[in-house]
């Protein structure tokens, strides 16, 4: 097991220096079906990812368990992100109001 963290650290630690920053990521227990050959159990699995601030699921391709759920989950943590991050980059606009009541003494207070 200290062989799969160490693993996944120097996996993580990659993603963090070379990917884009802000990217999501998620950490994956695979085959969760297969209880006989487990390495890791889902407690420390669950404590790793809490240590590197990502989510956590346990799935099997076998049996179905939580892949879609694995792929939905990151696609909308993706999906707002991008969202944040257009509204972020947005520029604010000065909303002027043009109305006769708020335009006292202002040359455009007929034009609208």
């Known amino acids: ?15 963090e220096q070379h990917a884009t920053e802000g990217v999501n990521k998620i950490l994956i ?3 969760c079906d297969w ?7 889902m407690e420390e699995g669950q404590a790793l990812a809490d240590e590197l601030d990502i989510p956590f699921l346990e799935v099997s391709a076998k049996t179905n368990v939580n892949v879609e759920k694995a792929f939905y989950s990151l696609a909308a943590d993706i999906k707002k992100r ?5 509204q972020q980059n947005q ?4 909303n002027i109001p043009l109305t006769n ?3 006292n003494n ?3 207070k007929n034009c609208c």
């Open 1 to 15: 097991m200290v062989k799969i963290f160490a693993d996944i650290r120097t996996w993580f630690s990659n993603v």
């Open 29 to 31: 227990g695979n085959k």
């Open 35 to 41: 209880e006989e050959k487990r390495a890791v159990s």
């Open 82 to 86: 991008i969202i944040d991050t257009q």
């Open 91 to 94: 520029p604010t606009q000065n």
């Open 101 to 103: 009541e708020q335009s």
């Open 106 to 108: 202002q040359p455009w």
